[in-house]
C-alpha cells in the first residue's frame, strides 16, 4: 500500500493534533511598564540638582537641618528655587535610574542614603562619582554634618569639585 492511497479519518487527524503543525508568527504581548510614582519634593528644581535624603520620621527636615541645607546651599551660590529636595523614605525600592525619569537632574547629592537602596554600588563619601551618566556626591547625615566641624570641611571640598566653586 502507498501513501498515496492511505486516508485518515478527520476525527483521528483531530486527537492526534491539538495544535498548528506549522506555527503561527506569535506576536509578544506588549510590555505594560511599571508605572513610576509622581515624586514629590521640596523646591523647584531650576538648575536640576537632585537633593536625597533619608528621613522616616518627617516629610523633608526638621527646621535646624532645613536652615542647615539652606546655609550649605547659599555657600554654594545656590537657594531652594535651585534644587529638589527629596525624602528617598517615602520611595522605597525606587533606583537612582527610577529618580532621574521622574525628576529632572544633571546633578546628584545624596545625604545619608544607603547606596544599595537606590541601586548603587557602595560609594565613598565625599568622593565625586559618575552614576547614571551624572555626577553624584555622596554625604553624611546632615544631623551628623550639623555636629561635626571636620564634615563640613569634607561636604565643602566635595561641593567645590561638584559645582565647579
Known sequence: MSLEQLELDPYLLAQMYDQPIIPEARKAAPVTEKALPKVKYLGENQKNILLLIQNESEAYLNEELFNLLTNILN???LGMQDVALVNAATYPGLTLAGY???VPFRQCIIFAVPPANIGLPPMQAYQLETHE??????????????TDKALKGRLWMGLKQLFGI
Do not use: T
Open 100 to 102: 532621574k525619569n521622574a
Open 75 to 77: 555657600a554654594c551660590k
Open 133 to 146: 551618566q551624572l555626577p553624584c556626591l555622596y554625604s553624611d547625615e546632615l544631623q551628623l554634618i550639623a
